[in-house]
Structures are given as structure tokens and as C-alpha cells.
């Protein structure tokens, strides 16, 4: 396998290549058939980026914010590991001075790596604004489900809230963004599991 750094700026190209083609379309509840057509960008761990190329990571948000008229991008989801080391201010900065490159909103759910390993979250919390383990939020006619890193899964108590807050919106589409579904070997991560059974 070739270095990690080339593997995951590879990644993000590929992330990045996707938006030729992406559409999210539905019909809603209400039985109204017309469409709404756009973009979305899925970003991950691009840590990497934090610690050895912050020039790349300007030029990943000032690409996307050059194409985001054509392409009709209405959120880029990072789904963690912004930086390497939970703690590491430099890092952060090269995130945050990344984001300040578009005006695109940026949906952010953590990772291992922002937050030693699901125990510190004030850098991720102070860098991304987010404050809750998880959380809903309506996005064009969409959900967007999002759940931070957690070592094992969530208790019932937290997918029944979730539940309850997506019941909230009248949208029938809903995206799950987390940092830790599958293993390497293709199985369900404990959280993944609970996912599909949860929500």
C-alpha cells in the first residue's frame, strides 16, 4: 500500500470527482412531485491535509467555492478526522483558514483523531462550533443525521431522541453521517449495526 498521504489526498480527489454527477432528488410527504436538484460534497479524513499539505486544503475550499454556482453545491459533509492530533492548534487553524475559503456550508461530525478517541471534544467543539455527540438538522429536503465518533455505539435513550428530532421535519430523505461505520473487512461497526436497527 502506497503512503497515507497520498492514499488520502487520492480520497478527497475521488470525493471530489464525484460531483460531476450527484443529484439528491425527492418527493415529499405531502405528495408535491417536484424535484429539487443538487450537490453535495462528502469529505473524510483529511487529516492528513491538517499536518502536511494546508496549501492543498486551501485549494480543496477555494475549488469547491469556484464550482459551487455550476455544480449547485448546497453543504459539504466532513465526517472527521480534520486534523491528526485532537489538540494540535496548527492543525485546527489550517481547517478553519480551509473553510474560510467558501461560502458553502460545512457540516462537521467528529472523528477519532478530534477527539482522543471520543474523550476531549472542546478543540473540535471551539474549531467546528459543534457542541452535541449528534444531531439533526434539515438540509434543502433532506435530513442530515449526524453522529460523532464513539467507541462502541450510542445508548437506546440517544437514538430514541434522534428518532423524535427527525420526526420533527417533513422530509422523507435522510443522510447518516459518522465517522466509524464499517470495519476494514466490510462488517458493521458496533455503531453501524445500531444504526440500521435504530433509525
Request: glycine share 4%; aromatic share 14%.
Amino acid at each position: 500500500m502506497g503512503d497515507r498521504r497520498d492514499y488520502n489526498i487520492l480520497a478527497i480527489i475521488f470525493f471530489l470527482l464525484l460531483l460531476a454527477h450527484p443529484t439528491i432528488s425527492d418527493v415529499s410527504k405531502e405528495g408535491n412531485n417536484s424535484l429539487s436538484v443538487y450537490s453535495l460534497v462528502h469529505l473524510s479524513d483529511t487529516q492528513n491535509l491538517a499536518s502536511f499539505h494546508p496549501e492543498v486544503y486551501n485549494h480543496t475550499f477555494s475549488y469547491l467555492e469556484s464550482i459551487k454556482e455550476v455544480q449547485n453545491i448546497s453543504a459539504i459533509i466532513i465526517t472527521g478526522d480534520f486534523v491528526n492530533t485532537y489538540d494540535n492548534e496548527t492543525e485546527w487553524n489550517a481547517y478553519r483558514n480551509a473553510i474560510n475559503k467558501t461560502s458553502i456550508p460545512v457540516y462537521a461530525t467528529a472523528g477519532n483523531h478530534d477527539t482522543a478517541y471520543g474523550l476531549v471534544y472542546s478543540f473540535f467543539s471551539q474549531y467546528t462550533g459543534n457542541t452535541k455527540p449528534y444531531s439533526v438538522t434539515s438540509i434543502n429536503d433532506f435530513n442530515l443525521v449526524s453522529i460523532d465518533y464513539s467507541i462502541l455505539s450510542l445508548a437506546s435513550h440517544e437514538f430514541q431522541s434522534l428518532r423524535e428530532k427527525m420526526d420533527q421535519y417533513p422530509h422523507s430523505f435522510t443522510l447518516i453521517a459518522t465517522h466509524h461505520y464499517m470495519e476494514p473487512d466490510g462488517s458493521l461497526f458496533l455503531l453501524g449495526e445500531d444504526i440500521d436497527k435504530e433509525l
